[in-house]
């Protein structure tokens, strides 16, 4: 009988030592500006859950910030050696904008993709996604020349082009 008893006693004891840790090592509350400890005030908890809801339903922040645009569809780049696709990038970008462009950045969105893709492939054909791609001197002459392309469509709206994602697939 004890034979059985002994696992479940054993994992009951892991589980009361594992939850006693977790409550014991809990980081204390942070004080917002105000001086309220997280969840101090019912009413400070309400106003922050509805600039939570807010915000996720794609409404503007308050603040004259910046907005970050994420372009819908990922671009994809053949990299061509001896006349044939040697490998594949694939890259996420996002843009960050002056407060209040967003909806110039969807308005646009196609004419964007064709000089971002006509930058991309130009990057290919120099070399640009050979060797180590993700060196950071690299990077940074891509997001340079993409945010220079950005330009000649939005104007001085744009702040700066993001890479989210990249990756290379090689056949």
């Known amino acids: 009988m004890l034979r059985k008893l002994f696992p479940i006693i054993l994992a009951l004891v892991g589980l009361g030592g594992g939850l006693g840790a977790g409550l014991f090592l809990r980081p204390a509350p942070e004080a917002d500006a105000e001086g309220h400890a997280a969840g101090d005030d019912a009413a400070h908890s309400e106003e922050a859950a509805e600039a939570t809801e807010g915000e996720e339903h794609g409404e503007e922040p ?5 907005e970050y645009v994420k372009m819908n569809n990922q671009f994809v780049v053949p990299i061509v050696e001896e006349g044939r696709v040697a490998a594949m990038v694939v890259l996420s970008v996002s843009l960050e904008v002056e407060a209040g462009n967003t909806e110039a950045v969807y308005q646009r969105e196609p ?6 893709l006509q930058v991309l492939f130009d990057h290919a054909n120099v070399g640009g996604f050979s060797g180590s791609f993700t060196d950071g001197a690299n990077l940074v002459v891509l997001r340079t020349s993409l945010k220079e392309a950005a330009g000649l469509v939005l104007g001085a709206a744009v702040r700066d082009v993001l890479i989210t994602d990249i990756a290379r697939q090689d056949s």
């Open 62 to 66: 308050e603040e004259g910030g910046p």
């Open 111 to 116: 004419k964007l993709r064709d000089v971002f």
